[in-house]
């Protein structure tokens, strides 16, 4: 029932669903009791295409990723091997025994579903929004980037989002970046699928690193400055970010008085 329910869902519902497979086995649930349950759902394949489409690609994911948790044994998907009459059924253990069959296979199993929201350690998830945000900027595609956005699952976690976006920008310096990250940034706001106080953590972030930052990147302050005047001028900024940017301390020279002293603010 569990399996059945999730194939109809987000890809973060399937791995919570092979999570509590996983969990169950040897506490609730016996390796036979698994093994009848995905018996009965390869029966059943044929009515559950129906209503999705790829639920035999779906089942074959979730057949794996039992195995590879220990929760089926690996002969489950070779008994049934030249038995089968129904294509659906066939389709579903053909694309498990793929999957199984890959170099590592059992290793990158666990990430079967793909991104699977919050529920994927920290450092995954922030190289997945370096690694969109990079091709953002290679492509300027913006639909694209909200739609990989969109796919983490992660809207409690978009402040890191922006700090990343920020932290490319200014390492980047170019006029060109900028403008390509103000369009996202907007479009995020927009759409709200960035909140106010996402969008406002991240800035927040930045300004706190920025005397460290500039250690790395010299004209950080400038770039920064320039970036929030754009975004500004965009129309997206909430006004406590504007006026929270961070100015770096510039020296007075000898003809400002002093009495030839040189002073840092």
């Known amino acids: 029932m ?9 890809p973060s519902h399937c791995e919570m669903t092979s999570v509590l497979l996983s969990d169950m086995y040897g506490q609730i649930l016996l390796q ?34 039992a195995i590879a948790d220990d929760c089926l044994p690996p002969k489950f998907v070779h008994n049934y091997k ?3 009459e129904c294509e659906h059924a066939r389709a579903a253990l053909e694309h498990a025994d793929a999957l199984l069959s890959m170099k590592h296979g059992l290793v990158r199993l666990d990430n079967v579903w793909g991104v699977g929201g919050g529920m994927r350690p920290v450092k ?6 370096h690694l969109l945000l990079k091709e953002y900027l ?5 639909v694209e980037a909200c739609r990989c956005i969109q796919e983490l699952e992660v809207p409690h976690f978009h402040h890191e ?24 940034f907007k479009v995020l706001a927009s759409s709200v699928i ?21 250690i790395d990147v010299p004209p950080a302050y400038s770039v920064l400055e320039k970036f929030v005047a754009k975004c500004d001028k965009a129309g997206f900024l909430t006004e406590e970010i504007v006026k929270k940017l961070p100015s770096r301390g510039r020296k007075r020279f000898v003809s400002e008085g002093d009495g030839g002293a040189v002073k840092t603010y």
């Open 2 to 10: 569990a399996v059945s329910l999730a194939m109809e869902r987000k």
């Open 32 to 65: 036979e009791d698994i093994a009848t349950g995905f018996d009965q759902l390869l029966i059943n394949l044929p009515d559950l295409v129906l209503d999705t489409p790829d639920a035999a690609t779906v089942l074959g994911n979730f057949i794996a990723r």
């Open 124 to 129: 995954y998830l922030i190289n997945q929004m």
């Open 161 to 184: 989002l922006v700090y990343e976006a920020l932290i490319m920008v200014i390492e980047d310096i170019r006029e060109s970046s900028m403008d390509l990250m103000c369009s996202l």
């Open 138 to 142: 290679c492509s300027g595609d913006s």
């Open 194 to 214: 960035v909140t106010p106080d996402q969008m406002t953590r991240g800035f927040f972030r930045v300004y706190d690193e920025m005397p460290d930052i500039c």
């Open 82 to 84: 030249g038995k089968v």
